[in-house]
């Protein structure tokens, strides 16, 4: 079957238009969950994209993405990797945390300024922090986060010619600020935009002589929109443009959709490139469960002109870069595959997330007695609460995939519970569990794999019931758990014995991807990965996790056409 599908794959690649050598450009540039994008060129680190994007809840938080070619892209660090970092303020809302970070570099320190959103049950009023660091390839390098009140969310920096730094947040308010202590100078509100809603995501370029401000509007969503305006002082006044907007595919077929807050950049050569975030959901925007993710387009900026930017599409003739896979870092390059086997002495790998920051007893890498495994203690609940859960997962990346663990849980106490999920937030996730449960014609409580969902996201209708399936008495040892995306609408789960053959798998079914799409976590991406849960029991039985695999298989980029993930 996967052989097949792979085959039929390519012959749709090989049906795409072609492009002149080495000038064909692929969209999502950073395929799942990466949102909001803020991206640079930095000479002096040997010629290097940086990238920062969203994280919200997840932990660590604010990754640094690395590319030479913009094809190529490597995990750099975690900006914020440590929990000293945090502002020590939690939040049930799933949508809160850690907003848009804006990234930039200046006499050889790495800037990144973000702001943390509560659900306003905090006492004191939700922080900015500005992070920095002399080496973005360490995660330790990078410092504890100075804190700030900005006026709005999605702070940017700019350093004028005199070397005086600006914050400007959203609604395009600015004001000078103290980057050692956060102190912010009087605030000035620099342009309304054109009119369209939420005004966010400002950055300002100076070029020419003139101060450009780019701004998102319309808010996130099928009239997401980039704007501009200039000015010959950076406080003003700014003039928009008059063929604003300068990007967007609102009111457009187009399969990438909510294009939006953007930020530009050049290369070596003084090329122009455009990074922003897109959902490919195409105008309906009901099936996008890797929700916003980072596109890069090519762009031409002629001097005293506003710039000339090329619409996002899934297959793009882009500016020519020599091919480069020579990223630093310790970091995976994207788009290879996971095959994590925790062998003993190993850390946990820097690609795999968690919800919040997790209890550190809850994850153990070859706990003793168990080599080669992942031992996972049950948190009381993963789908309520402020406190840890036991959840430990990767963003999902690719539009058909395929991800499977070995599990050995022997629960002891009903409704006790280990599985694979595919987990938007903590009340919209599709689990494949084993689990401790009645069995009523047996009179007592027994394992058995169970499929169930938490919540409807974009699905329209009641979600399915759950799905129970007896383990057969011939699965001796831990189980194999699969969850399949076969089409760009639906996952398949199954479970078999370890080691078995493909006839041996249980298909427990297939549920909708608009159940991981949209609801409680319009603003970020499916994750697919392990967790372990006493339901709200007494539980404390651990799951032991080993032969963790995911690859990735094919990409959507528009309606209809597919390319190999590799």
């Not at 914050?167 to 004001?175: L, N």
């Not at 294009?259 to 070596?268: E, K, L, P, S, T």
């Not at 709200?536 to 963790?548: L, V």
Request: aromatic share 10%; charged share 15%; hydrophobic share 35%.
């Amino acid at each position: 079957m996967l052989r097949l599908l792979v085959y039929l794959l390519g012959a749709m690649a090989t049906a795409l238009p072609a492009a002149a050598a080495n000038k064909t450009h692929l969209n999502p540039t950073v395929p799942g969950w990466h949102s909001d994008p803020s991206c640079i060129f930095v000479p002096e680190w040997d010629d290097t994209f940086f990238c920062a994007t969203s994280t919200f809840l997840v932990t660590p938080a604010m990754p640094i993405h690395a590319s030479k070619d913009l094809v190529n892209w490597r995990l750099a660090s975690h900006a914020l990797n440590r929990q000293t970092q945090w502002p020590h303020y939690n939040t049930t809302g799933q949508n809160d945390g850690i907003f848009a970070v804006t990234l930039r570099f200046h006499e050889g320190v790495f800037y990144a300024i973000t702001f943390f959103v509560s659900d306003g049950s905090n006492p004191l009023p939700s922080p900015g922090l500005l992070f920095r660091t002399t080496d973005p390839f360490d995660n330790a390098a990078w410092s504890d986060p100075v804190l700030f009140q900005p006026p709005n969310i999605d702070p940017d920096l700019f350093w004028d010619d005199d070397g005086v730094p600006y914050m400007t947040a959203a609604e395009s308010i600015i004001s000078t600020i103290d980057l050692e202590t956060g102190a912010l100078g009087p605030a000035t509100q620099l342009w309304n935009g054109t009119g369209e809603r939420n005004p966010e995501g400002p950055h300002i370029y100076k070029k020419d002589g003139w101060y450009y401000l780019l701004i998102a509007e319309g808010g996130t969503e099928v009239n997401h929109t980039v704007t501009m305006a200039r000015s010959r002082n950076v406080t003003g006044t700014y003039i928009g443009f008059e063929g604003n907007p300068v990007l967007t595919n609102k009111h457009t077929d187009e399969y990438f959709q909510t294009v939006g807050h953007a930020d530009i950049f050049h290369d070596a050569a003084g090329n122009w490139w455009v990074s922003a975030l897109a959902t490919r959901s195409g105008p309906e925007w009901i099936n996008y469960p890797m929700g916003r993710e980072m596109v890069i387009t090519p762009a031409t900026w002629a001097e005293g002109e506003f710039p000339v930017i090329s619409p996002v599409r899934g297959n793009e003739s882009a500016w020519a870069l020599p091919v480069s896979k020579d990223v630093k870092g310790t970091g995976p390059i994207y788009g290879t595959p996971d095959v994590f086997d925790f062998a003993p002495g190993s850390a946990i790998p820097s690609n795999l997330l968690f919800w919040r920051w997790p209890d550190v007893n809850s994850f153990t890498v070859s706990a003793p007695g168990h080599p080669n495994t992942l031992r996972i203690r049950p948190s009381p609940d993963i789908s309520s609460g402020i406190d840890p859960i036991s959840l430990i997962a990767r963003l999902q990346t690719d539009t058909l995939f395929e991800f499977s663990m070995d599990v050995d849980f022997t629960p002891t106490d009903l409704n006790e519970e280990a599985g694979a999920t595919v987990f938007l937030t903590q009340v919209q996730h599709l689990d494949l569990g084993i689990v401790m449960l009645s069995d009523s014609g047996k009179g007592h409580a027994t394992r058995q794999l169970r499929l169930r969902t938490d919540g409807g996201g974009n699905l329209g209708t009641a979600p399915p019931p759950p799905v129970i399936h007896s383990i057969p008495t011939s699965w001796r040892g831990p189980i194999t758990l699969t969850i399949r995306a076969n089409n760009d609408t639906h996952y398949t789960f199954s479970a078999g014995p370890q080691g078995g053959s493909a006839h041996d798998d249980v298909v427990l079914g297939s549920l909708p991807a608009t159940i991981v799409s949209g609801g409680t976590g319009p603003f970020t991406g499916a994750l697919v990965g392990a967790y372990a849960t006493a339901n709200n029991g007494t539980g404390t039985t651990p799951a032991y996790i080993s032969r963790w695999r995911y690859t990735g298989i094919a990409q959507q980029i528009d309606n209809n056409t597919f390319v190999p993930s590799w």
